[in-house]
């Protein structure tokens, strides 16, 4: 007997310069999925400055990145923790240091990793696909994957 599709936490961490979380939850509204997509905050001044906005001004710019920082990581590692499912995304052109430290954290807690990047990347980051249950190139595939894990078929 079939049982009916479960609803999945997908925490969508990494590049934020690019469509790619747009075309997922694009994706996923046109499968219909029971999915609900969480995300860090990705606009840069509300992210670099939450730290300094909330709990005060810092002189040094280590300190205020330092502050900022860490409230975000009071965000990202609770909604890593609610997930049930982690896609990581690398971009091109900038570093996503704070995006293999998501990938990382989310396999320490059993949460299934699905990195997403261009395959140019993948000796640059074969440790951090090494932890990841599934390695596509572009967000319709990383669709794709969650549709199958929702429904348990191919919706080809």
Known sequence: MLQSPQPLNVYLSGEIHTDWRQRIAEGVKAAELPVTL???????????????????????????????????????????????????????????WNAAFDAGYAAALGKPVITLHDPKLTHALKEVDGAALAVAETPEQVVEILSYVVKGELSR
């Open 38 to 96: 969480l995300e860090p905050v990705t606009e840069h001044a509300t992210s670099d400055d939450c730290g300094v906005a909330i709990l005060g001004s810092e002189e040094k710019s280590f300190w205020h990145d330092h502050k900022g920082a860490k409230v975000n990581a009071i965000r990202t590692r609770t909604l890593i923790g609610r997930a049930d499912v982690v896609v990581v995304r690398f971009g091109e052109q900038y570093r996503q």
